[in-house]
């Protein structure tokens, strides 16, 4: 629980919105796919898998070099306003953000081309740096239908290792909605706001409840891929 604060949004504030805007039109690229259907093809490996995950990679890597040029951009439309005193900071910043863009985009096309080597049966060595790329990162969130979907159909260890990858980091989340709520209520606590400490706690007791099922539901999962083919 957070308190409302109303002010003008900085260009920083507004450049994120504009990139969160980019990334979701993105997201509705057939080959892009969810973090659940990432972590799915990484782990059963099948051919077909390697080449969705190919196709899934490049699109990923063509986002991180479009975001480079737009923040190469940016800090070229910072450092030619040198009358403000933050314009050499945010061209620095955006450079920056540009530059490692810039080596998101090559690790992953070379996860894609690693990923086309073992689609095609050819030896191949997972280039470093693509770990957090296989195990989701930059990936789509899966849509409710996708999850219902995998839910009914889940049957073998890759299906059920998704499913409680996604537990497991709903557990985190509310967790970290636990700790956050509890510290909202200790700021209440002992002011004319002191009511709305009672409401916290509440929302501590509940983020606690529900990160102790979904973790219960990743270990059901875990359990099941342990058995599964």
Known sequence: MTTLRIRSLSLPALAF???AGNATAQDKSPALLNTLEVQQFVK?????????LAAHFITLADRYTAEATRHTSMSNA????????????MSGHCKQLADLNTQSASQLRDLATYHQ?????AAATPPTGGASFEG?????????????????????????HA???YFQTL????????TEHAATANTYRGTKNAQAAVHCDTLVRLSKDEARE????????????????
């Open 44 to 52: 059963r490996a099948e051919p077909a898998d390697n080449a969705r």
């Open 163 to 165: 499913i409680e990858e």
């Open 17 to 19: 919105l504009v990139f």
């Open 117 to 121: 080597k073992l689609a095609s049966g």
């Open 214 to 229: 979904a973790t219960a539901a990743a270990d059901m999962h875990k359990q099941l891929a342990g058995v599964a083919r």
């Open 171 to 178: 557990a985190k989340r509310y967790t970290a909605d636990a």
């Open 136 to 160: 989701g990162a930059g990936a789509r969130v899966p849509t409710d239908q996708e999850l219902n979907v995998l839910a009914v159909k889940a049957s073998t260890s890759a299906d059920h």
């Open 78 to 89: 910072y450092a030619g306003n040198a009358g403000r005193q933050m314009a050499t900071g």
